[in-house]
């Protein structure tokens, strides 16, 4: 079992900066692929990023890549999202997610925060 409890969400204007933060309480972190998921209003939920138990291999969405870094530190049991140049289509509520292994898929992951909504002016 893993709780997660995500924050550092707020508004923000567009090209700004953002850090988001997942902290993980219960089962050994490091044994989970953790991601960062998003839902804006009427859409469906959309992978973000994945990291590995290790961190020694990374993934991103095109839509955020170049723009979003993914990073874990296994000794705090937390996983951040930097967010730099963040544009008006990168509001959503945001999600970490913990599971076995690593995917773009919500169905890979076992365990999600409650959220974290992100408000991105023009």
């Known amino acids: 079992q893993v709780q997660l409890v995500e924050s550092g969400g707020g508004l923000v204007q567009a090209g700004g900066s953002l850090r988001l933060s997942c902290a993980a309480s219960g089962d050994i972190f490091r044994s989970y692929g953790m991601a960062w998921f998003r839902q804006a209003p009427g859409k469906e939920r959309e992978f973000v990023g994945a990291?590995?138990?290790?961190?020694?291999?990374?993934f991103y969405a095109d839509s955020v890549k170049g723009r979003f870094t993914i990073s874990r530190d296994n000794a705090k049991n937390s996983l951040n999202l930097q967010m730099n140049n963040v544009k008006p289509e990168d509001t959503a509520v945001y999600y970490c997610?913990?599971?076995?292994?690593?995917?773009?898929?919500?169905?890979?992951?076992?365990?999600w925060g409650q959220g974290t909504q992100v408000t991105v002016s023009s």
């Open positions: 990291i590995i138990g290790s961190g020694g291999k990374i």
């Open positions: 997610a913990a599971g076995l292994g690593v995917s773009s898929s919500t169905r890979t992951y076992d365990y």
